[in-house]
């Protein structure tokens, strides 16, 4: 029977020869992922074991990972405690996916489980963390779960009841225009679709602009599906994906590389040509209020954030470095940068990005979560308008209800800076 | 389910997200006894009235399309069921209603429903009378993949009870 890219990978996963949208399954997990968030797991483990006079083991050391970034370092002692406790825990249990807070291997989940080959093509990868959509992009069926499913996922290795998902195609062809990204791609794509559009679906992205996409611009897709409510986003894996493989994580790839059956069922097909697209921007409060970058030109701003595991990458701080170098910051706008990951820091200071970024004004802080969700760092005054390259605008998102969050690209939050004004990147330069 | 008759208490739109619910400013907070302070924390009065034990258990928000939108964080979740509140809506969103059926918060998917605050509400099995207006609209119900979590009460009593049969301890 034909099936879309999910429906191969969790026939794999439960050793089927075809599943179909629809069935109940219980496939086996190749990579489970937490952050500080593993606090929560770790009680909801304990309490399943609990009484049971089986010793806590979880069910596979290695195919756990845990990254700290949410908070880092710590804001508070309350968070600094939970930390320690999942440090201890890890070290009991012998996990060695663990990115603590370290200036050498550290950085955003969504960015660190890629770079250090932990996501392989036709994997099934399960996260605390909405955003495990992410890793679709490397052609993995990857979504979020909470704590106490993770903690089912630690004791047995499955997760109980997936229902499999039905798939929306997305075929997206064209050439980009000048200042136009995968971020404005997705954006427009979130606005079309609506916030709950692809809810309990999977998006599987296809086209001569995916095949000519980065892996970078991927994770920007796959990363703000879950916007569209999307289960997954995912991008059948290709040469591009072996590539990435090879170069950032030293991995060759060796496996049959999944792909959907032509003649696969698809509960609906949606056409892009990205050759007329302009800039986009998602405006206060909703992630799916999207308009046109002409209809929003001249708001002003006070915080600039570029960053977040949606757009940390080295291409976003390229693009903002090349605008903004030998320009400045305007007056009375704070600039953020956070880049994705410590290995994207180093890379950005050798070829002179951070250096750009700073002479203009930018504060470059360490990589981690940041403002994305409003816990610490660049905290929003009552009234404040933040122009963000994160990937939520949610009323309070970044802290503070009584602020607003628009949504854009690197290139437009870069623009911006130098004006003070949400500005078009293309009449820069 | 339960049939006494619930009121509603509050009236939501479309996509209230995890960060109304449960801001993200209060995520190194994980117990179940310590979230539910800080339940519709920047909604001030409805925070103050939870505070103040002004609202009974069994209570109800009606809301729109897409609840639960956003963050994974289960504490969304755990900070509604400590006020022991059901939430009746239009639709949810994926995780929050994955994390509702696992920690037994109850949700009920209803996409007609119409009602104001204060309306009179009996949840029954299949559908929601609305007492106050006399009228009824049905529920949809839980794919079958969930309803199993729920039969077992909840996902900690149905994952230990896997767990003893793996070992053999059963
Ligand atoms: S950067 Fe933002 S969206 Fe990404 S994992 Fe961190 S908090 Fe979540």
């Known amino acids: 029977m034909a099936m879309t890219l999910v429906e191969k990978i969790l026939a794999k996963a439960t050793g089927q020869p075809s599943v179909k949208a629809g069935d109940v399954l219980e496939p086996q ?35 756990i990972a845990i990254i700290f970034d949410h908070r880092v370092p710590a804001e508070s002692s309350k968070t600094a405690t939970n930390q320690k406790r999942i440090r201890d825990f890890v070290g009991k249990q ?7 807070i370290r200036g050498d291997e550290g950085g955003i989940c969504h960015q660190v489980l890629p770079e250090n080959g932990y996501v392989l093509p036709g994997s099934v990868i399960v996260g605390t963390d909405s955003h495990t959509t992410s890793h679709g992009a490397l052609g993995t069926f990857a979504f979020g779960i909470g704590a106490t499913e993770m903690a089912s996922v630690w004791t047995l290795g499955t997760v109980l009841n997936v229902e499999v998902p039905g798939t929306i195609k997305v075929n997206v062809n064209g050439k980009f225009p000048d200042q136009v990204y995968p971020k404005d791609l997705i954006l427009y794509l979130i606005g079309k679709l609506t916030a709950e559009g692809a809810n309990f679906k999977v998006l599987e992205f296809h086209g001569e602009t995916i095949k000519n996409m980065s892996t970078s611009g991927r994770l920007t897709l796959s990363n703000m599906s879950v916007e569209a409510g999307a289960t997954s986003g995912i991008v059948p894996p290709d ?15 060796k496996c049959e590389l999944l792909k959907p059956d032509l003649d696969a069922k698809y509960d609906q097909v949606i056409e892009i040509d990205v050759s007329k697209l302009s800039p986009q921007i998602a405006c206060p409060h909703t ?16 915080q600039i954030v570029i960053g977040s595991c949606t757009n940390g990458r080295l291409d976003d701080l390229e693009v903002a470095a090349k605008i903004l170098k030998g320009k400045k910051v305007a007056k009375g706008v704070r600039m953020l940068v956070f880049p994705a990951s410590w290995r994207i820091y180093r890379e950005a200071l050798k070829v002179g990005y951070i250096a750009d970024l700073m002479d203009a004004g930018a504060v470059i802080m360490n990589s981690n979560c940041g403002c994305c969700l409003g816990v610490h760092q660049g905290a929003l005054a009552d009234g404040d308008v933040s122009l963000s390259t994160t990937n939520r605008n949610f009323k309070g998102r970044q802290g503070n209800p009584n602020s607003e969050v628009y949504l854009c690209s690197a290139a437009v939050a870069a623009a911006s800076a130098i004006t003070g004004i949400i500005t078009d990147p293309r009449g820069i330069n | ?3 006494e008759k619930s009121k509603v208490v509050a009236l939501m739109s479309n996509d209230i997200s995890t960060d109304i619910i449960y801001p993200g400013r209060f995520m190194a907070t994980v117990l179940p006894t310590e979230t539910p302070q800080y339940c519709f924390a920047d909604m001030t009065e409805l925070n103050k009235r939870l505070k103040n034990k002004e609202i009974p258990p069994n209570s109800v928000i009606v809301a729109g399309a897409n609840f639960g939108c956003g963050s994974s964080r289960e504490q969304a979740v755990s900070t509604i069921k400590g006020h022991e509140l059901i939430i009746v809506a239009k639709g949810f969103a994926r995780i929050f209603l994955q994390n509702s059926v696992n920690l037994g918060l109850k949700t009920v998917v209803c996409p007609t429903i119409e009602a104001s605050e204060g309306d009179e509400l009996e949840i029954l099995p299949d559908k929601v009378v609305n007492v106050t207006r006399g009228k009824s609209f049905p529920i949809e119900p839980l794919p079958k993949a969930r309803q199993a979590i729920v039969d077992a009460g909840g996902l900690i009593a149905y994952t230990r009870k896997r767990l003893l049969e793996k070992m053999g301890n059963k």
């Not at chain 1, 040469?239 to 790839?253: C, Q, S």
């Not at chain 1, 209809?295 to 002003?300: G, S």
């Open chain 1, 29 to 63: 997990v190749d990579l489970a992922m937490s952050h500080e968030n593993a606090a929560l797991v770790i009680n909801q483990f304990s309490e399943i074991y609990k009484d049971t006079g089986i010793p806590l083991k979880v069910w596979d050391a290695s195919k």
């Open chain 1, 94 to 100: 012998g996990i060695t996916k663990f990115h603590d």
């Open chain 1, 239 to 253: 040469e591009e994906t072996l590539l990435y493989l090879k170069e950032e994580a030293g991995i060759d790839f």
């Open chain 1, 287 to 302: 992630v799916d209020n999207v308009k046109s970058i002409n209809e929003v030109m001249n708001i002003k701003v006070n």
């Open chain 2, 1 to 3: 389910m339960s049939q």
